[in-house]
């Protein structure tokens, strides 16, 4: 920025020093053309017998002019008479050119105006000499006229030096100040960075940044805090599944090994601790294939989406569902549309309500399971004639590994049947419920919008 502003001020006061240069040598040309101009003014009034001058010859039409004429600043004047320096005015300049004995000379061979320039000890001279004759004298008169150039030049350096000592003086006030503020406008900004290295190093995700005002820094901060926030509960949540996870792992294993430990040299009671060990190895199985279900219900590619006939989906869980037990099946509703869902994703979260509903029902119960497009949503469902979920109940036992109070026998679940449900709902956009069925028990609900599928697809 600086860099620019010093590149255009350079530029501004070059075109000055060459600007101001050009005027000058225009000044030069039109004084030396001045001076040319009023001596012949001076001679044509001085000679005309008709104004009463008595002038008669070449060397007092001159002395008189020169008495009558001072030189300005930086230029002088001088007369030669047949080839001789004559008068010189009362101010004497810096350097005396009618001393020069052989310029003079020089000087005055000339018969028309001339114009030259010359180096002398105070630099460079412009001068013009206007050769002089007045009828009647036969003598040779010249006059003239010195402007000291290079002081003239000298005058314009120091401007410009000025100017540009100025511009210097001004970029560098420009750059301190730039400095101080931009400090000062950056000085929330660092201390966001500073807070955030912080927490980044001792991974305390509980600290926040604390900056007041409503700017766009405090703005800043607050995103960056509401940011902090969730990290922090992801955290938490991520933290509680894993303890979850291995709490459940481990009552397997403890078991197995408490058998195996136990376990002595007699036929039937290896036989019998092979069978629950065997069967606790499996549950351990279910959990870890459980537990990947739902990791990979986090990442993207979880659906792989085709046309599932949701008729032919209702029909085929309810067939798989009669080996599951002895109950009385139904198939409640069937609605006659395609939509764009995971089959094998679908057929597995119902499958998951059907258990559940075998479960905590008895043999003869009622279980049915249906489908209806209603609202642009389609509806999914499973209920059952058993005993039902408490209202207090009904969001919870979504939960990862959290299991109702009823529960009997030793080979419950973990508690990840409905968290499953529940993300395979919210992968195809929709959610699951549980409400009261019409007979008392629990009829679970996956409603999916019908939208949010064709988008998916
Ligand atoms: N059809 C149902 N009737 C009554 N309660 C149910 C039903 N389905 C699930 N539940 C309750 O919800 C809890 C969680 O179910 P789930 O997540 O499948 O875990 P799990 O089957 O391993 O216990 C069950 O422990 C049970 O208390
Ligand atoms: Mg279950």
Not at 418 to 447: D, W, Y
Request: hydrophobic content about 45%; some cysteine; charged content about 25%.
């Amino acid at each position: 920025m600086l860099a620019v502003v010093g590149l255009a001020l350079s530029v501004a006061i070059f075109a000055t020093w060459t600007i101001l240069l050009a005027r000058l040598d225009d000044r030069m040309t039109a004084e030396l053309g001045n001076e040319v101009q009023k001596l012949r003014n001076y001679a044509d009034s001085a000679l005309d017998p008709k104004t009463g001058s008595t002038v008669t010859g070449v060397q007092e039409l001159l002395t008189k002019y020169l008495a009558l004429n001072a030189p300005d600043q930086r230029e002088t004047f001088f007369s030669i008479i047949d080839g001789r320096a004559d008068k010189v005015p009362f101010k004497l300049p810096p350097v005396r050119l009618d001393t020069d004995e052989e310029l003079v000379g020089r000087m005055a061979t000339a018969t028309r105006v001339i114009r030259d320039e010359m180096e002398t000890t105070q630099g460079t001279v412009q001068y013009a000499v206007i050769p002089v004759s007045v009828a009647g004298d036969n003598r040779r008169g010249h006059f003239v006229v010195a402007i000291f150039y290079d002081q003239h030049r000298d005058e314009i350096v120091d401007a410009v030096r000025v100017l540009g000592l100025s511009a210097l003086a001004a970029m560098g006030l420009a750059g301190v100040a730039g400095w101080l503020v931009a400090g000062q406008v950056l000085a929330p900004v660092r201390l966001v960075r500073q807070t955030a290295e912080q927490i980044s190093d001792s991974s305390d995700l509980t600290r926040r940044l604390d900056v007041p005002g409503d700017d766009d820094v405090a703005a800043l901060a607050g995103t960056f805090n509401h940011m902090l926030d969730r990290l922090e509960q992801a955290f938490v949540v991520q933290r509680h599944f894993m303890d979850d996870a291995g709490h459940e792992l481990r009552t397997p294993i403890t078991v197995i090994r408490g058998h195996l430990e136990l376990m002595g040299d007699d036929p039937d009671d290896r036989a019998e601790t092979l069978a629950l060990v065997t069967d606790e190895l499996e549950r351990m199985n279910r959990i870890v294939d459980d537990l990947l279900t739902l990791a990979k219900a986090e990442q993207p590619g979880f659906l792989a989406l085709d046309h599932v006939e949701l008729a032919d989906l209702t029909v085929s869980v309810v067939a798989k569902a009669r080996a599951l037990g002895e109950r009385r099946w139904r198939v409640d509703e069937v609605a006659e549309a395609r939509l764009p869902a995971d089959r094998h994703r679908l057929t597995q979260a119902l499958m998951q309500l059907v258990a559940n509903a075998v479960r905590h029902t008895a043999d003869d119960d009622l279980i049915a399971v249906g489908s209806a497009v209603r609202d642009g949503r389609v509806e999914l469902w499973v209920r059952d004639s058993g005993p039902g979920v408490a209202p207090a109940e009904r969001e919870r036992i979504f939960g990862r590994f959290v299991r109702g109070a009823g529960r009997t026998g030793a080979h419950d679940g973990a508690g990840l049947g409905l968290a499953i449900v529940r993300s395979i709902a919210q992968a195809h956009g929709g959610n699951v419920k549980v409400t009261e069925a019409p007979g008392g028990g629990a009829c679970f609900v996956m409603s999916l919008p019908l939208w949010e599928l064709w988008r998916l697809h």
